[in-house]
């Protein structure tokens, strides 16, 4: 069960990052189209007043389709007309010419206008599977990038405020958990009396200590905090101990096992936990923006050591962060609450990067566009989203590689 809260918290985490965009575009006047977690194909799908609602099968993000994000190109159109033309073209071909040249004129109204008659060739054409969705998402293009409520035509503010919506969202998500943890009990550099974690190879392992274990005595002696627990253990001198501890509202007797050695002081093999401690609200949202702010300075400087000394070891992939993510539930609830904080952060800051596809990559163009008064060309667009996608995939392969390479505790 444990992975399952894990998954359904960072799908969570993806459902608030695509609502930003969602909630924000329609707010001002976009019409979003589409609304997915995850990406196609699709596992399920329903539609409701125009836009369509679904799961994808492909469990790495979300999306949502803000009508029109880029202007209409006449040469994107005909390629993927060029399919159903080589198809049928007694069909299509008037129709998709009439709109191909309206579309190079400039003339976007009356390309708009000559949908519909294209609409219903491709409809009536007998083409393959593959040659008619191409053709019907060129119709739906046209359509979508002609209307009034598309994204390009939209002026910078409404386009930069539709998109940043979604990295903000993560943000004040991040914030809101941080601040919870803090206000209800944040781990403290206090040791507790709780196991966090079980070190490989140890007596503790042997004995079947887990994380989440309370220990409340050492060899029928009770302890009340880990110091005292600590001093008993180093008194062992090598000799086997029994650890009773508190599981799920039972007390369980581990043992005997002998003590190790290591650095001139008997232990038994685990980590405990930090004691949670309450903070006043101020003292919260301080601490909680804190935490914010060092996301932030942890991920540049992750960036920085990438390219300046080819360290990757803070890049981490999904399986890395599953993986994390149910080592810090086992231990408790405000560790994985705080860890998913930081996961939510990670994820405005890696879609605010300049590139495309990526939001900062929307919201770089949407300015230089507002600048320039006027659309970039589509072979902008193509060029800048080449590198980004390059450069994108490079930094899933590393997070990949850091996630198989790395061992599981």
């Given at each position: 069960m444990t992975w399952l809260v894990v998954v359904l918290g960072l799908a969570l985490l993806v459902f608030l990052h695509e609502l930003g965009h969602f909630s924000v575009s329609r707010l001002l006047g976009m019409k979003p189209r589409a609304f997915y977690i995850g990406f196609p194909p699709a596992i399920v799908k329903i539609e409701r007043?125009?836009?369509?609602?679904g799961i994808g099968a492909i469990p790495l993000g979300g999306y949502t389709r803000i009508p029109g994000m880029l202007r209409p190109s006449a040469g994107d159109f005909e390629a993927q007309m060029s399919p159903a033309l080589r198809e049928d073209a007694a069909l299509v071909a008037a129709a998709t010419n009439t709109v191909q040249r309206q579309l190079g004129c400039g003339n976007l109204e009356a390309a708009r206008e000559a949908l519909p008659t294209l609409a219903t060739?491709?409809?009536?054409?007998?083409?393959?599977?593959?040659?008619?969705?191409s053709a019907e998402q060129a119709v739906r293009g046209v359509d979508e990038s002609t209307g009034a409520d598309a994204y390009w035509r939209q002026p910078t503010w409404k386009r930069v405020a539709a998109i940043a919506a979604g990295p903000a969202m993560n943000v004040l998500v991040a914030f809101l958990l941080f601040f919870a943890v803090y206000a209800t009990g944040a781990?403290?550099?206090?040791?507790?009396?709780?196991?966090?974690?079980?070190?490989?190879n140890t007596p503790a392992a042997a004995a079947g200590l887990r994380p989440g274990d309370r220990i409340v005595a050492v060899d029928g002696h009770p302890a009340r905090s880990f110091a005292h627990v600590s001093a008993l253990i180093r008194g062992?001198?090598?000799?086997?101990?029994?650890?009773?501890?508190?599981?799920?509202?039972?007390?369980?007797?581990l043992g005997p096992r002998r003590t190790i050695e290591t650095g001139g002081r008997w232990i038994w093999g685990f980590v405990?936990?930090?004691?949670l401690v309450s903070h006043p609200l101020g003292a919260s949202a301080r601490l909680a923006g804190g935490d914010c702010w060092h996301v932030v300075i942890g991920t540049a400087t992750a960036i920085r050591d990438l390219f300046r000394s080819h360290s990757s070891a803070g890049i981490s992939g999904p399986i890395g962060v599953v993986r994390t993510s149910e080592q810090f539930l086992e231990i408790g609830l405000q560790w994985y609450l705080q860890l998913l904080g930081l996961i939510s952060m990670s994820i405005a800051l890696f879609n605010l990067l300049p590139l495309l596809p990526l939001d900062g990559g929307h919201i770089l163009f949407s300015l230089v566009e507002g600048l320039r008064g006027r659309a970039l060309p589509q072979a902008a667009y193509q060029r800048f989203s080449a590198f980004?996608?390059?450069?994108?995939?490079?930094?899933?392969?590393?997070?990949f590689s850091n996630d198989l390479g790395a061992t599981p505790r």
């Open positions: 007043n125009g836009v369509e609602y060739a491709v409809g009536q054409a007998a083409l393959s599977p593959g040659a008619r969705r781990p403290s550099q206090i040791p507790s009396t709780e196991v966090a974690h079980i070190d490989a062992s001198h090598g000799h086997p101990i029994t650890v009773t501890v508190e599981r799920a509202g039972l007390m369980v007797t405990p936990a930090a004691q980004g996608m390059a450069l994108i995939l490079l930094l899933t392969v590393i997070a």
